[in-house]
C-alpha cells in the first residue's frame, strides 16, 4: 500500500449541523488498522469520495474517543458536495493523521481558553473534549464561540451540553441581524464577545480557531489582554494535496503548513509572511 | 523610434495615462516593457523581434497590470484585433485606453531571432500582411514599411493534414497532443482566453480531465480551440508559448478557415463588426440542426 | 592515469544489448514537428536514434521518475462498497544515455523532499529501476547557469556514469554502485587506455556558463529571506503570464496535484499529474479566498521555493541551471536577469540585512 492509498472508512452516523454543514462519524473498515489507529488533537487527513476526490479537514472527535473518527466539513467544492450525496453506510477513504498537534501535555494544570468561529470550532472541538475528558487535569476551562446567525452555530447539542456543566464555562455570540427571538446569548462579533468574558491570561493557553477575520483580531486583542504569544495557537487551513510535504501547496514562506503545521501559535505567525 | 519613445514621455508626462506597454530590448532578444516614468521610455523599442501580441495584458484578469492604472499599449495592426475582439466581447472600453499604433513590416517567429526578417524567419501570420498600421489607433508612429515575401503557401501544412484520411488525422492529433502537459501556457497568453474561470478548471461537472493522457488532451486542446472559433485573432501565440511544441496553430487556423467558409467571418480589427457566436443571420447555414 | 574509453560503436552496442534485453531506453532524440525542429528525451528503438551532440532536450528528464499523470491506484465502487487495485510501485529496468549534467543533478536534488519523513514509492520506484548515463556538455546557450548553483558542464551528481566525449570516443566516469554494475556487464567494451584527459571542451564551455551569471546562493538565499515584501516582485512579475510552462519544464519543479477520473461505471482512478505555483488556482481555497493574491505573489513563490525555502529545509538549491525556464518563456521572463538582479540587491544591502 502506497503513501497516497486510503485506508476504507464507514460512514456511521450523518449529523446534520446547519444548513450546510455536516458531521460524519467514520470507522475504519479494517478492524487491525481501527486498533491501531491512533492521533493527536490538531492533526488532519485526507478524506475521499471516490470518484470526486480528497479534501482536507482536521478530525473533529477527541483522540480520548477511540473506534472512530469525525469530520466536519462544509459543502463548498467538489469533494465536500460529493460527501453531502454519501449516506450511512457509505465507503469513504481517510489518509492520516498528519500534522502536528496542540500540546495538551504542556496545557495540563493551566487554564485553557477556546475561541472559535463558525466552522472554526471543528478543530477547537477536538481539544475541547479532549481536555473534558481529562478534565481534572486542567484548571479553568472557558469557551467562546460565535456565528454569523443562530442557525450557523454547529455542534449545538455539544453547545448546549457544555452550557449545563459546571466546570466549562460557555460564552456565545452570535453577528448583529443573526439572532432569533428566542436567542439568549450576546449579539456581537467574537472579538466583542473574547472583551466581555475577559479569561485571566495568567497561566492560561489559548486555542483560536475561525475565519480569516476572527483570527486577525484575535490574536492581537488576547495580546493586548496580556496572554503570551507562545501560548496563543491557532491553525492554518492553507489548501493542500498530499499532506506529506511532497506536493508543494501549502507554504506560507519557509513553512509546510502539513508538515510544520496545521498548529501554530501567535509568535510563529508572527514571523511568516501574511500568504494564509 | 524616437518618434515612439517620444510619444510614450509625452503621455506619460501629460499623465494622459499611467504607463505604456511596449516592447525592450532584454539579454536576449526583445520582450514586454511596462513603462510608468518619462524616463524610462528610452528603452521603447520597435523592430521584427516585437513577437508578442502585448493586448493579451489588457485582459481583465491581469489585475496587476490593471492596477497599473490607465494604459497606453503598442499595437502592430495585427494585434489590434485583439483590442477589437475585447472591445467586441465586451472585456475593454476604447475610451479606457491609448493605443500607439506601430508601422510594421512583419515580425520573425520568436523575439530572439538574431537574423534578418526574411523569406526564412518571417512568422506564419505576416504571410500575405501588407504591413498597414490599425485605423483603431490614437497615434501611430514609425515609418512605412515593406514586409519581406513569405517563404511559401502559408497553408501548405494545412493542406497535407487536409488531404489525409480521417485514420491518419487522428494518429497524427494523438501523437502530438500525447505532448501535453496541461501547463496551459496557450491559454495564458491568448489575448481572448480572458475567462475568470476555465471550462478546464471547473469541476462541478468536471467537464474536462485535467490529467495530461490523451482523452483529457484532447478533451481541452479540441474544446480550447472550438471556443476561439470566430474568435482567435490568429496572432499564434499560443502555438509559440507551447513548451510541447504542439503545432496548436493548425487548429486554430482550420477553425478560422471554417467560420470564412460558412459565415463569411475573418478576424478584423474593426471592433463593430459583430462576433459571428454574437450575430444570427437568416442565411446562417443550419443543416446541422436535426 | 588509465582511463576507460568507451566507442560510439560499443555505446550503440551496449544500448542494442540492453534493448534485446527487453530494457527501456531513453535517450535524446531528433524531432521535427511541422517545420520545428528540437531534441528531446524519448524511448529510443534503435541506437541510431539517439543524438549525442550536445543540443538540450527542450523538455527535462524528470518525466522518466515523475510521469506528467501517475495513476496512484485503482477502485471499484459498487452500492456504496469500494474496492481498491494497488498501482505498482516497481517498474521495468529503464536506461537513460546522454542526461544532460543538469537533468541528471536534479533527481539527486529532488530525492530529498520525496524522501522527507515519508517516502514516495513512486518517486523512488521510478528511481531504483534507472540507471542514468549523463554526456557531459559541449555546448552552452545564453539561458544555462548551471555554474552559479554549484554544478558544471562535467558534473556527476545524479548520474551513474558520466560520459566525457573525447573525440569520436567518450571517457567512462563510473560514479556509483549501480554504474559499476553497468560496467561490470560491458567491461570487455570499455578497456583502459592512456588518452590525455578529455576535460579541455567542457572547461571551454564551463567559462562560457561562467560569464552568463555569476551569484552567491547563501547571500541571495538571506536577502530573500529578509525581502518578502519588496517592490522587485511587483516589477518582474507584471509581464510574467501566470502559466506553468517554466515548472513544466524545469527538472527540479516537483508540485503535483491529485485528482479523481471516473474510468467506466462506478470505477476509477486517482491521479497525481503535474502542477505549478504560477496559476491563481493553485492556492485557492473553497471559500474563495487566495492566499497569493497575484501575480507578483505567485512569480515571488517560485523564486522562494528555489532559492530560499528548499535551501533552508534540504540544503539545496532546486534549481540546476538548466535555462530551460528561459527558453519556454513566451513572455521573456529571464531568470538569469532576476537573480542578478536579486544577487546586485543583496550586495547593496551589504551588512544592513
Redesign the interface.
Known amino acids: 500500500m502506497n503513501l497516497y492509498q486510503p485506508n476504507l472508512v464507514r460512514i456511521d452516523e450523518i449529523i446534520e449541523e446547519t444548513a450546510d454543514t455536516r458531521t460524519l462519524k467514520l470507522s475504519f473498515q479494517d478492524p487491525e488498522i481501527a486498533e491501531g489507529f491512533d492521533f493527536k488533537a490538531g492533526q488532519f487527513g485526507e478524506y475521499s469520495v471516490f470518484g470526486a476526490g480528497e479534501c482536507t479537514f482536521c478530525i473533529a472527535s477527541s483522540p480520548t474517543r477511540k473506534g472512530y473518527i469525525e469530520a466536519s466539513f462544509k459543502s463548498v467544492g467538489k469533494v465536500t458536495q460529493a460527501m453531502r450525496r454519501l449516506n450511512v453506510g457509505d465507503t469513504m477513504g481517510f489518509r492520516g493523521p498528519y500534522g502536528n498537534h496542540f500540546p495538551i501535555d504542556e496545557m495540563k494544570g493551566k487554564n485553557v481558553v477556546f475561541i472559535a468561529g463558525g466552522i472554526g470550532l471543528a478543530p477547537v472541538r477536538c481539544v475541547i473534549w479532549n481536555t473534558l475528558d481529562l478534565r481534572d487535569q486542567f484548571k479553568d476551562l472557558t469557551i467562546i464561540y460565535g456565528a454569523r446567525s443562530v442557525s450557523d452555530l454547529v455542534y449545538k447539542r455539544e453547545l448546549q451540553e457544555w452550557g449545563n456543566r459546571s466546570d466549562v464555562k460557555l460564552y456565545q455570540c452570535v453577528d448583529p441581524g443573526g439572532e432569533t427571538p428566542d436567542w439568549t446569548g450576546d449579539v456581537c462579533f467574537v472579538p466583542a464577545l473574547v472583551e466581555k468574558a475577559a479569561p485571566a491570561p495568567q497561566d492560561s493557553y489559548a486555542v483560536v480557531c475561525g475565519p480569516p477575520i476572527v483570527i486577525s483580531l484575535t490574536l492581537p486583542l488576547l495580546e493586548k489582554m496580556g496572554f503570551a504569544p507562545e501560548r496563543i495557537y491557532t491553525t492554518l487551513e492553507n489548501r493542500m494535496k498530499c499532506g506529506l510535504g511532497k506536493c508543494g501547496r501549502c507554504n506560507v514562506g519557509p513553512v509546510y503548513v502539513c508538515k510544520d503545521g496545521p498548529v501554530f501559535t501567535s509568535a510563529q505567525l508572527k514571523t511568516l509572511p501574511p500568504e494564509y | 523610434m524616437e518618434e515612439l519613445r517620444e510619444l510614450a514621455k509625452k503621455l506619460l508626462q501629460e499623465k494622459q495615462v499611467n504607463a505604456v506597454v511596449g516592447y525592450e530590448c ?9 513603462v510608468d516614468d518619462p524616463a524610462g521610455c528610452d528603452r521603447l523599442v520597435f523592430d521584427h523581434r516585437c513577437v ?1 501580441n502585448l493586448p ?2 489588457l485582459s481583465p484578469r ?4 490593471a ?2 492604472g490607465r494604459l497606453a499599449v503598442v499595437v502592430k495592426q495585427c494585434d489590434a484585433r485583439a483590442v477589437a475582439g475585447l472591445i467586441r466581447e465586451s472585456q475593454l472600453k476604447r475610451e479606457n485606453l491609448v493605443l500607439i499604433g506601430v508601422r510594421c513590416g512583419g515580425v520573425a517567429a520568436n ?1 530572439n531571432e538574431s537574423r534578418e526578417l526574411g523569406a526564412e524567419t518571417l512568422a506564419l501570420r505576416c504571410y500575405g500582411c501588407s504591413g498597414t498600421e490599425t485605423a483603431m489607433a490614437d497615434y501611430v508612429v514609425g515609418e512605412p514599411k515593406t514586409v519581406p515575401a513569405a517563404g511559401g503557401d502559408r497553408d501548405a ?1 494545412l493542406a497535407e493534414i487536409e488531404k489525409m484520411s480521417p485514420e491518419e488525422r487522428l494518429a497524427l492529433w494523438k501523437e ?1 497532443l500525447s505532448r501535453c ?5 496557450c ?3 491568448c489575448p481572448m482566453c480572458f475567462c475568470e474561470r476555465c471550462v478546464a ?1 471547473k ?2 461537472p ?1 467537464w474536462i ?5 490523451i482523452q ?1 488532451n484532447f478533451s481541452w486542446n479540441v474544446t480550447r480551440a472550438l471556443h476561439l472559433a470566430g474568435r482567435c485573432v490568429d496572432c499564434g ?1 499560443c502555438e ?2 507551447c ?5 496548436l496553430g ?1 487548429l486554430n487556423r482550420k477553425l478560422a478557415k471554417i467560420m470564412s467558409a460558412r459565415y463569411g467571418f475573418a478576424v478584423t480589427d474593426d471592433p463593430s463588426t459583430p462576433a459571428p457566436i454574437g450575430s444570427y443571420r437568416l442565411d446562417d447555414g443550419q443543416e446541422f440542426i436535426l | 592515469m588509465m582511463r576507460r574509453m568507451l566507442s560510439r560503436t560499443d555505446l550503440d552496442a551496449l544500448v542494442r544489448d540492453l534493448l534485446g534485453a527487453g530494457t527501456r531506453v531513453i535517450a535524446p532524440v531528433r524531432r521535427k514537428v511541422q517545420g520545428r525542429e528540437f531534441v528531446e528525451y524519448a524511448p529510443v528503438q534503435n541506437p541510431e536514434e539517439i543524438a549525442l551532440d550536445g543540443s538540450q532536450p527542450v523538455r527535462p528528464l524528470k518525466q522518466v521518475v515523475f510521469p506528467p499523470t501517475e495513476t496512484l491506484f485503482n477502485y471499484k465502487q459498487d452500492k456504496g462498497l469500494v474496492q481498491i487495485q494497488e498501482a505498482p510501485t516497481t517498474f521495468s529496468d529503464t536506461l537513460v544515455i546522454g542526461a544532460r549534467p543538469c537533468d541528471a543533478a536534479a533527481l539527486e536534488i529532488v530525492d530529498r523532499v520525496m524522501d522527507w519523513d515519508y517516502h514516495d514509492e513512486f518517486w523512488f520506484g521510478h528511481r531504483q529501476a534507472t540507471t542514468v548515463v549523463a554526456v557531459a556538455c559541449t555546448d552552452s546557450d545564453e539561458s544555462c547557469f548551471c555554474t552559479a548553483v554549484g554544478l558544471s558542464p562535467e558534473s556527476t551528481r545524479g548520474a551513474d556514469w558520466l560520459l566525457i566525449p573525447a573525440g569520436s570516443s567518450f571517457e567512462v566516469r563510473v560514479v556509483t554502485p549501480k554504474g559499476e554494475a553497468l560496467l561490470e556487464s560491458n567491461k570487455s567494451r570499455c578497456p583502459e587506455s592512456d588518452v590525455p584527459e578529455a576535460g579541455k571542451a567542457s572547461s571551454a564551455v564551463e567559462e562560457k556558463v561562467r560569464a552568463n551569471l555569476a551569484m552567491n546562493p547563501a547571500k541571495l538565499q538571506e536577502w530573500l529571506g529578509a525581502h518578502f515584501e519588496h517592490p522587485l516582485w511587483q516589477k518582474i512579475a507584471l509581464r510574467c503570464h501566470g502559466c506553468g510552462a517554466c515548472a513544466f519544464v524545469c527538472p527540479t519543479c516537483h508540485c503535483f496535484d491529485i485528482v479523481d477520473e471516473l474510468e467506466g461505471v462506478g470505477r476509477g482512478a486517482r491521479r497525481r499529474n503535474w502542477d505549478a505555483c504560477q496559476p491563481a488556482l493553485f492556492t485557492l481555497h473553497g471559500s474563495g479566498h487566495n492566499p497569493r493574491k497575484d501575480q507578483s505573489a505567485r512569480f515571488r513563490q517560485r523564486v522562494m521555493h528555489k532559492f530560499s525555502i528548499y535551501p533552508s529545509r534540504f540544503g539545496e538549491i532546486l534549481c540546476t541551471g538548466c535555462g530551460r525556464c528561459i527558453r519556454v518563456c513566451a513572455a521573456g521572463m529571464d531568470l538569469i536577469a532576476i537573480l542578478a538582479e536579486i544577487g546586485q540587491n543583496a550586495e547593496e544591502a551589504g551588512s544592513t540585512l
Open positions: 532584454d539579454r536576449r532578444g526583445v520582450r514586454p516593457a511596462f508578442q493579451a495584458y491581469r489585475t496587476n497590470v492596477g497599473l523575439p501544412r502530438w502537459t496541461r501547463c496551459h501556457a491559454r495564458q497568453v478548471e469541476t462541478q468536471n480531465e485535467s490529467s495530461p493522457h483529457g501565440e509559440r508559448a513548451p510541447a511544441q504542439i503545432p493548425l
